[in-house]
């Protein structure tokens, strides 16, 4: 059956990126609307995750990328592009010999490889979004071989806010990558900020996180 799986995780995986995809691509941008509200900001807030924006991911198509290409950067992941073109490019090159790539071609493109290139030619394509079964998105992790957690607004009411894409078992080793998403819209690049032990301690029997300023959008 389409969209199913066998495997727990994969089931999870497509349940983050289907719940509202209605075709095979992603075309958003960010409303003046959701920039004047920041829906991530509150939702970060909301959550007490330890984020803060960093410069502006730009909103050109190549969001995803930039913004994964910016955590290369943050985490100075040796030997992996640092811009949304050479990342993209990279990721692309992958797609035909990841473990997962049967599961999807069984699960998403109902066992045709032939609708599966032309999906891969589609996604080299500079300023294409990624795809609404979040593809795109695992391969990258698997790609860097870091855990990715997105941090957004598809994560409202639930009782973690963000979703994990896991990578090899080696990423365990490694600091997550925390990537921002607006719902159908865009994808900003976060750092996680260090919280002091004590800090932490005070918070036992509160809702927030003293000293700690999430809402900073000058950054």
Request: aromatic share 8%.
């Amino acid at each position: 059956v389409p969209g199913k799986s066998a495997d727990p995780f994969m089931n999870s995986f497509l349940s983050f990126f289907l719940d509202n995809a209605d075709d095979d691509e992603k075309v958003g941008d960010v409303s003046q609307e959701d920039l004047d509200e920041d829906l991530l900001l509150d939702h970060i807030q909301k959550n007490n995750l330890p984020l803060v924006k960093r410069s502006p991911t730009l909103s050109d198509g190549n969001c995803w990328y930039d913004a994964a290409a910016d955590q290369v950067i943050l985490h100075n992941i040796p030997n992996k592009p640092r811009d949304h073109r050479g990342l993209r490019a990279e990721v692309c090159k992958t797609l035909l010999n990841l473990p997962q790539t049967p599961v999807w071609i069984q699960n998403i493109f109902s066992n045709s490889h032939k609708r599966f290139r032309k999906f891969i030619a589609r996604h080299k394509r500079n300023g294409q979004w990624t795809d609404n079964n979040g593809i795109m998105c695992q391969a990258t992790a698997l790609y860097l071989a870091r855990n990715i957690h997105v941090v957004g607004t598809a994560n409202f009411g639930h009782l973690v806010g963000y979703t994990k894409l896991e990578a090899t078992t080696e990423a365990d080793k490694h600091p997550p990558l925390y990537i921002g998403y607006y719902q159908d819209q865009h994808y900003q690049s976060l750092q996680e900020i260090k919280v002091k032990e004590e800090e932490v301690k005070s918070t036992d029997s509160t809702d927030s996180l003293p000293g700690i300023k999430l809402l900073d959008t000058e950054t």
